[in-house]
């Protein structure tokens, strides 16, 4: 087995949103985590830790459940770490605000007879065939709302966490059965990959490869290198960017079964 992590802020005066996490549990297998947590706009979010802090605390409890818990289905698994975290912090802040700390997830874990995936919003998993074949899993709501219905923050808010709109990992537990979830037979399986939006915009903002071409980057050269050529696109002047930061938060994870 091969795992390779790397992330990289968006901003290096600024915090880093994004979590990753790899497990490989003593029963075997392993578990592959990745968070990207959603920068909110200035101003009040009714809650005084903070984004970075809400990745840490949730990434740090799906991992242990995601491993320790095999009898566990992984929607399951989130939805227990959302409500520990939330309890961890709900006597000091207000959960009900719409932009209390949140994130994207995906969750993939494997041991000798299947490969389980849990995706939610826009973070990416890739799973790669024996043959080299490349299946993207993703959860594709936020892309099929109009951009002129996310155009400003109220709009956004107003989709946020809604039925028509888009979820996100927050603070209510219900949301993981929101999550796109399934299973593949292990011996369908190669390699596993997890993409923040920041490193999987490689391929789905600037349209460098397909997502067969993305993995090879991961296999060959390296989590690393994906963020770095990520980075080297973004500051071409004669790009232009669909949506979102010049340089976002960017987190890779690759893992050869």
Not at 64 to 77: A, F, H, I, K, T
Not at 108 to 131: M, N, T
Not at 159 to 164: I, P, V
Request: aromatic share 4%; proline share 6%.
């Amino acid at each position: 087995m091969r795992i390779d992590l790397s992330s990289a802020p968006g901003n290096p005066e600024r915090p880093n949103e994004d979590w990753l996490s790899a497990a490989i549990p003593a029963s075997g297998g392993g578990v592959l985590v990745a968070l990207d947590g959603v920068t909110p706009p200035p101003g009040d979010v009714g809650c005084a830790h903070g984004v970075p802090w809400f990745a840490a605390r949730l990434g740090g409890r799906l991992t242990e459940l995601s491993g320790s818990r095999r009898d566990m289905p992984l929607d399951r698994v989130l939805a227990e770490a959302i409500g520990a975290t939330a309890d961890a912090h709900r006597q000091t802040c207000d959960l009900s605000h719409v932009r209390t700390p949140q994130a994207t997830v995906v969750v993939v874990r494997w041991d000798e007879s299947c490969v389980e995936h849990l995706v939610l919003s826009d973070s990416v998993l890739l799973l790669q065939a024996p043959g080299g074949g490349v299946r993207a899993v993703l959860d594709d709501r936020l892309d099929r709302i109009p951009r002129e219905r996310l155009r400003t923050e109220a709009s956004a808010d107003a989709l946020r966490n809604t039925e028509g709109g888009f979820f996100t990992a927050a603070a209510d537990p219900a949301v993981a059965a929101r999550a796109v979830t399934g299973r593949t037979p292990r011996a369908q399986v190669r390699a596993v990959a997890a993409l923040t939006d920041g490193a999987s915009r490689w391929t789905d903002t600037f349209g460098e490869g397909d997502w067969a071409q993305c993995l090879a980057v991961l296999s060959k050269e390296g989590a690393q290198s994906l963020i770095d050529r990520v980075r080297t696109l973004e500051s071409d002047p004669g790009r232009s960017h669909s949506r979102g930061k010049r340089h976002d938060d960017a987190s890779a994870a690759y893992a050869e079964l």
